[in-house]
Nanobody, 124 residues
Framework: QVQLVESGGGLVQAGGSLRLCCAV?????????MGWFRQAPGKEREFVGG????????YYADSVKGRFTIARDNAKNAVYLQMSSLEPEDTAAYYC?????????????????WGQGTQVTVSS
C-alpha cells in the first residue's frame, strides 16, 4: 500500500519561501506521475502542479506559475514543492498525490493516493 508523507509546512511572512517535501513508499516511485494540491478552509481542493515520472515535464496552475517549482528525486522517493514570493492567498493545507493517469492531470479525481497534508500559513 502506498504511503505519502508531506513535511516542511509552517508559518512564513508574505514574500518568503518554503520548500515542501513528500516522501513516498510502497510503490515504484520512479514510475509515478505526482501532483501537489492545496485546500484552504471553506474552499475546494485545488491543483497546484504536477511532475512527470522522470521530472522532465511539469505543469502548474496559473495562480502559482513563476513562483512555485516542483522537482523530484527518484533515488530518494521524494517530490518537492519549492514555493517563493508567497502571498497570504497561498495559505492552505498542501497535499501530494499519486496519479492514476499517464499524464499530468489537474483534476483531483485522477489521483488515487494522498498524503495527510502539511499546513502553510502566510502572514501579511
Amino acid at each position: 500500500q502506498v504511503q505519502l508523507v508531506e513535511s516542511g509546512g509552517g508559518l512564513v511572512q508574505a514574500g518568503g519561501s518554503l520548500r515542501l517535501c513528500c516522501a513516498v513508499s510502497g510503490r515504484t516511485f520512479s514510475s509515478l506521475i505526482m501532483g501537489w494540491f492545496r485546500q484552504a478552509p471553506g474552499k475546494e481542493r485545488e491543483f497546484v502542479g504536477g511532475i512527470s515520472w522522470n521530472g522532465v515535464r511539469t505543469y502548474y496552475a496559473d495562480s502559482v506559475k513563476g513562483r512555485f517549482t516542483i522537482a523530484r528525486d527518484n533515488a530518494k522517493n521524494a517530490v518537492y514543492l519549492q514555493m517563493s514570493s508567497l502571498e497570504p492567498e497561498d495559505t492552505a493545507a498542501y497535499y501530494c498525490a499519486t496519479s492514476r493517469r499517464p499524464f499530468i492531470s489537474s483534476s483531483n479525481l485522477d489521483y488515487d493516493s494522498w498524503g495527510q497534508g502539511t499546513q502553510v500559513t502566510v502572514s501579511s
